[in-house]
């Protein structure tokens, strides 16, 4: 039987997969197993979500879930998954609920789930989560029950936050970003609720893009996932940087004044050269996954800086940067992590330290970036009907050792099946972007046959 937490929480199309019921019956559990790890004193939890038509609908069963367990819900409306993550420590709630699908189509919700202090849950509460949603017992009554309340501080809290973690207290006369112009998408999602005006508080001239939500178009061909439109926009605008965000914000990607995309791995790269020539980086450590470019080894390799490498899933990451005490870490994808200020990736974050990198030292983000040269890269996502076959599979398995042979040390290839889709994704890096691109396709014909 599947997990039903998948690397990002639980995760499907609203209403078919991820029903009010499951909803409900979700909260409910964690609730229940939340109190009994904490001596069942009466829970406080914090309810978010993105702006998806959805949401709505599975906002109310969660808190309907909650409040059945016995716990007071603060509910904070429509605002990134790192400001309710930030609303749970700074209210000292036991418990975050985030319902959104991140970067997925509008179809799909999710449920994320964030315990005290918002850190994201292990797998052992997850699964214990889930061997409860059909617990019943003891349900309170009287004045036993939860309450709710519409926490609208919760906003003005976290830009505050924001600011002072990105680009630090404002009592110079001139802004710290002043001088730069950006460009923000925020994907029709959590972000257009206040990335635009954080970033203009932290002096950066901007125009936005698909800061419109109207429950239908989150992630509707803009984001971080479509990034055509900002290039275009940065160019047409002169502007000095593009950033795009994702349906929930918790991960940004950039593009450069020549409208070039910057991914994560480059975004970890300008970071961690910044936080090293300050004494902030732990350890001389970065903590990223196994999809990160070769390129960035090699840059942080010449940087004196090591990379520890954990499996994908920014879970995974956080968890390794707490084992140890690391001070960065994140993924290609853009969810970049910074535990001093943030226990979950947050790309508005992430935004405001590369932008005041690039105030500090006067060099546009082009340059800066320029320290990684990445090696050709193809990645190719085959839907299949059954992810376990793949990873079976001797057929596929004799595939991806053929093409190791043939790439030897000068590349390497990564399958991984999707964790909240129907997919296996293929990564291949090559000498070449014509050998990268012909063995995923070879690589993607037979995973498609067998799966």
Do not use: W
């Not at 906002?59 to 716990?71: I, R």
């Not at 418990?95 to 849950?121: E, Q, R, T």
């Not at 990198?357 to 800066?368: D, I, N, Y």
Request: proline fraction near 4%.
């Amino acid at each position: 039987m599947p997990r039903l937490f998948g690397t990002d929480g639980v995760r499907g199309l609203a209403n078919r997969d991820l029903t009010p019921e499951l909803a409900l019956a979700v909260a409910a559990a964690a609730a229940r197993v939340l109190a009994e790890q904490d001596d069942y004193h009466r829970q406080l939890a914090v309810v978010g979500r993105d702006p998806r038509a959805s949401g709505e609908m599975l906002e109310a069963a969660v808190v309907a879930g909650l409040t059945s367990a016995g716990a007071d819900v603060l509910r904070v409306g429509v605002l990134p998954t790192p400001a309710v993550a930030f609303t749970v420590g700074d209210r000292g709630a036991d418990l975050g609920v985030m319902i959104s699908a991140s970067h997925n189509p509008m179809p799909d919700n999710g449920i994320k789930l964030f315990a005290a202090g918002g850190h994201k849950l292990p797998d052992a509460v997850e699964d214990a989560i889930a061997a409860r949603l059909d617990d019943h017992a003891d349900r309170p009554t009287g004045a036993a029950i939860g309450r709710v309340r519409d926490l609208a501080a919760a906003r003005e809290r976290y830009v505050e936050h924001l600011v002072l973690a990105g680009v630090g207290k404002m009592s110079d006369p001139e802004p710290p970003l002043a001088g730069i112009r950006m460009v923000v998408d925020c994907a029709n999602g959590a972000a257009a609720a206040v990335a635009p005006e954080v970033y203009e508080r932290a002096g950066a001239e901007v125009i936005a893009l698909h800061a419109e939500p109207d429950g239908l178009n989150i992630n509707d061909n803009c984001g971080s996932t479509h990034l055509d439109e900002l290039s275009a926009a940065v160019l047409a605008n002169q502007a000095d940087l593009g950033i795009a965000h994702d349906g929930d914000a918790d991960r940004c990607l950039a593009v450069a004044a020549d409208g070039s995309v910057v991914d994560g791995d480059q975004l970890m790269a300008v970071l961690a050269l910044a936080m090293k020539a300050d004494g902030e980086l732990t350890d001389d450590t970065l903590v990223t996954t196994v999809m990160s470019n070769l390129g960035l080894h090699v840059a942080m390799r010449a940087a004196g800086i090591k990379v520890r490498i954990t499996q994908v899933g920014d879970r995974y990451v956080l968890e390794e940067l707490r084992a140890g005490g690391f001070a960065l870490g994140g993924e290609q994808s853009g969810h970049i992590v910074l535990p001093a200020c943030a226990t979950t990736g947050d790309g508005l974050l992430t935004a405001l330290r590369v932008m005041a990198r690039m105030a500090a030292t006067g060099k546009s983000l082009r340059e800066l970036a320029g320290v990684l040269t990445p090696l050709p890269q193809a990645l190719v996502n085959v839907r299949v009907a059954d992810k376990s076959a793949v990873a079976d599979s001797a057929e596929v398995q004799a595939a991806v050792a053929a093409a190791e042979a043939e790439l030897g040390e000068s590349g390497r290839v990564l399958l991984r099946p999707s964790g909240t889709e129907d997919l296996v994704r293929v990564m291949v890096e090559a000498p070449t972007p014509q050998e990268a691109d012909e063995l995923t396709r070879r690589l993607a014909a037979v995973i498609g046959s067998v799966g």
